[in-house]
Each structure stands twice: as structure tokens, then as C-alpha cells.
């Protein structure tokens, strides 16, 4: 018997490969999803390693027709020949089914198109939380799947779904111009309203203010500062929710004032308590929940839920750049059903943020998918 492994960008030439090298009377017996260092080591394409094995007569041996010419008059020696190839099989088949229990198929099996099994492979990769992946099928109608003949026509017809999962973003009624920003440390709240300020004072000319209650981290202050001044707009920096609301108050006259605040750690009911004083003290118009894309679906679903105390109206998702799987997005609007303001992608200010446009952000989540 003779194992190979072939590496191939996916099935149908992994199949071709093993095809020109072992034969059409090759068995799979092992395909696996690997990643595969790029350029430089930064990019990582993603690649299948199949496992392939073929009776080691069948490949070096004349063909069928051959053998049974030479050795028409000898039943014995054709009947060892079926005998050993049966035998091959099992071998093979006993060991496919004790690594990982599933049955080896035929080369030839592989080169139908499975939509259904590319469905299911893009949906694993979205790792998205089992009611969320549940709504997705849901919204597929059997037939549309089976109309999909590749990988990217499964593609498109996510993307057009998953358009109709998003919630528009809607202007809220202009009581106030304040916008606050919270969330875990760490998510990019500064440098996402760092990115906000310098867009809205620089391309659309509007008149802004900052105000940050982040005092209790050291460098916090600075950090703002060195935006508001290299965007030249103001930074006011307050201790108490009664400063707060003065600071607030002084700077009615600009067009936004937007909030930042610390880092809160969802676990501690105390310091999510404080924000809240901080809040209250200010109604603003909308308040971000900022969220990092890359935190385990486990732990989000735990933040919106602690953070709901201080009544969100809007989500932000940051550090889009860092991951290949945006199904957190649509695991928290799931849970949340509020839209997504934004998302950022990068670390560059003003430009790395884009507006959470729902066909934008379908287009975005799936173009991540390989
Ligand atoms: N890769 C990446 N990094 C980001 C993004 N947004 C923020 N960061 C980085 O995340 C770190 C924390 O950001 P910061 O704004 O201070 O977080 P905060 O504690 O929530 O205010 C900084 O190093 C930022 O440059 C993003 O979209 N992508
Ligand atoms: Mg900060």
C-alpha cells in the first residue's frame, strides 16, 4: 500500500493531483483544513492536506486489461489479485475509522460539487454561536443552496442574507449632541473616538468637543490630549458626574460632544455602577458599546449582558484587521438587536473606521471568510 499527502488550495486539486499521481483507484483517507505561512510569514493561506493511498499494484502494475490478458488461464493468481485489493480496502478502511471515524471515499466521489458541506464549512469558520448559525440556515430555502455551484456563489447568497440580519443605523431624535463611548479596556474606545472627532471636525467641519471621565488610568488624559490637539479640537478631562454635567453644559454650543470613558471591567458590578452615575448625569444621546471582534463569544455575550445596565443605544466593533472571522458581529447583534455603528480596522487615525452599513458590513464578514 502506498500513503501519500498532497497539499492543494482545495478539493478538486488536491483530487487532480493525487489523480495524475496515484491513479484513479486512489481512496482518500484523510482531508484537513491547514494554514500555510505567505509572503514574509504574514499571510496565511488557507490550504487542504489530503491523505491519499493506493495498492501499490494497482499503480505500478499494468492496467486491468493487461493482467487479465497475461493471466486469463491462471484464476488463482486473479483471485489472490481481488483478494489483496479487498483487503487493502478494509485495511484502510479500519484505519480511517479509528483516527477519526470517518469512511474513506473514492478520489472520484470528491469531484461533485457539495454545497451543502461548503455551507456548513463556511458557517464552522464564522464560529458563530449554534442560534445564530441555526437563524442563517433558517434563512436559506433548500433549493438556493442547491442552485449554488462553488464556494463563492455560497458566498454571494451569504452575504445578501446576512444584509437582512443587520439593523439600519437611524439618527436619534437630536435632544442631545453628547455621544459616550464604553466598554472592556483595551477595545479601542480613545482611538475609535480619536478616529470619530477627526472625521467629523476635519471632513465634515463640525464643531467638536471631548471630554474623557478616564482619569483613573495614568496617560489616559495624555492620550486623548495628543489627538484633540493634533486634530485641534478640545479636551476637558472630569472626576465627578457633577463635573461632568458642568463640562457638558459649557460646551452646549458645539455640534458633538463626544464622551470617552474607562475601561470597565463587566465582572465588577461596582465600576460598572460608578459609570452609570457618570451616565445619568448626562442623558447623552447615544451611548457606544465598543467591543473587540476578537473576544471570545462566550465572554461578549456575558459584557452585553452586564453592560445593559447603562442602556447602549449602538455598537462598535474595533481591531477587524486582526482576525479572519467576523461571526462575532453577528453573534452580539443576535443578542443585542441593536445595529452596528461602526467598525474599526486598524490603528490608523482618521481613516482606519467604517460606518456599519448593513450590505457593508454582510460584504465585509464574508469577504474574511477564505
Ligand atoms: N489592530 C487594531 N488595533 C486597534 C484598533 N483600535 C484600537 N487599536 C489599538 O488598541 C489599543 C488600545 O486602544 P485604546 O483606544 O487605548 O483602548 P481603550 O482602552 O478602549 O481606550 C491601542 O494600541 C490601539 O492602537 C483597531 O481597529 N485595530
Ligand atoms: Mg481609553
Do not use: W
Request: proline fraction near 3%; charged fraction near 30%; include cysteine.
Amino acid at each position: 500500500m502506498k500513503i501519500k499527502k498532497y497539499l492543494a488550495y482545495d478539493m478538486k486539486e488536491a483530487c487532480q493531483l493525487i489523480r495524475q499521481d496515484l491513479g484513479p483507484d486512489a481512496v482518500i483517507i484523510n482531508t484537513k483544513q491547514v494554514r500555510q505561512k505567505g509572503i514574509l510569514g504574514f499571510i496565511k493561506a488557507r490550504m487542504v492536506e489530503v491523505t491519499a493511498a493506493v495498492d501499490e499494484v494497482s499503480v505500478e502494475a499494468p492496467s486491468t486489461k493487461e493482467v487479465k490478458e497475461t493471466l486469463s488461464d491462471d484464476d488463482k493468481v486473479s483471485r489472490e489479485m481481488q483478494e489483496m485489493k479487498e483487503l487493502l480496502q478494509q485495511i484502510i478502511f479500519k484505519e480511517q475509522k479509528a483516527t477519526d471515524g470517518t469512511i474513506p471515499v473514492k478520489v472520484s466521489d470528491y469531484e461533485e460539487f457539495d454545497a451543502a458541506e461548503e455551507f456548513r464549512r463556511i458557517l464552522e469558520d464564522l464560529d458563530l454561536l449554534p442560534e445564530v448559525e441555526k437563524k442563517i440556515q433558517d434563512a436559506f430555502l433548500k433549493n438556493e443552496l442547491d442552485q449554488c455551484k462553488s464556494r463563492n456563489d455560497i458566498k454571494d447568497k451569504l452575504a445578501e442574507k446576512l444584509a437582512d440580519f443587520f439593523i439600519p443605523v437611524t439618527q436619534a431624535n437630536q435632544k442631545s449632541n453628547v455621544l459616550a463611548f464604553i466598554g472592556p479596556t483595551g477595545v479601542g474606545k480613545t482611538t475609535t473616538i480619536a478616529k470619530l472627532a477627526a472625521n467629523f471636525a476635519l471632513y465634515h467641519g463640525l464643531n467638536i468637543a471631548l471630554i474623557t471621565i478616564d482619569t483613573y488610568r495614568i496617560g489616559a488624559v495624555a492620550q486623548l490630549k495628543t489627538y484633540g490637539d493634533i486634530i485641534g479640537v478640545t479636551v476637558e478631562a472630569v472626576m465627578t458626574p457633577l463635573e461632568l454635567k458642568e463640562t457638558v453644559k459649557n460646551h452646549k454650543h458645539c455640534d458633538l460632544i463626544l464622551v470617552d470613558t474607562a475601561g470597565r471591567s463587566s465582572k465588577n458590578f461596582e465600576q460598572i455602577t460608578e459609570l452609570k452615575t457618570f451616565l445619568d448625569a448626562i442623558r447623552p444621546l447615544e451611548v457606544y458599546l465598543v467591543l473587540d471582534v476578537n473576544t471570545k463569544n462566550k465572554d461578549l455575550i456575558s459584557i452585553v449582558d452586564k453592560y445593559s445596565v447603562l442602556k447602549y443605544s449602538k455598537l462598535v466593533f474595533t481591531k477587524a484587521d486582526e482576525t479572519y472571522s467576523l461571526g462575532s458581529i453577528l453573534n452580539v447583534v443576535d443578542a443585542t438587536e441593536l445595529p452596528v455603528a461602526y467598525v474599526t480596522n486598524g490603528q490608523n487615525v482618521p481613516d482606519d473606521i467604517i460606518p456599519g452599513e448593513p450590505a457593508g458590513l454582510a460584504k465585509l464578514i464574508i469577504e474574511e471568510v477564505e
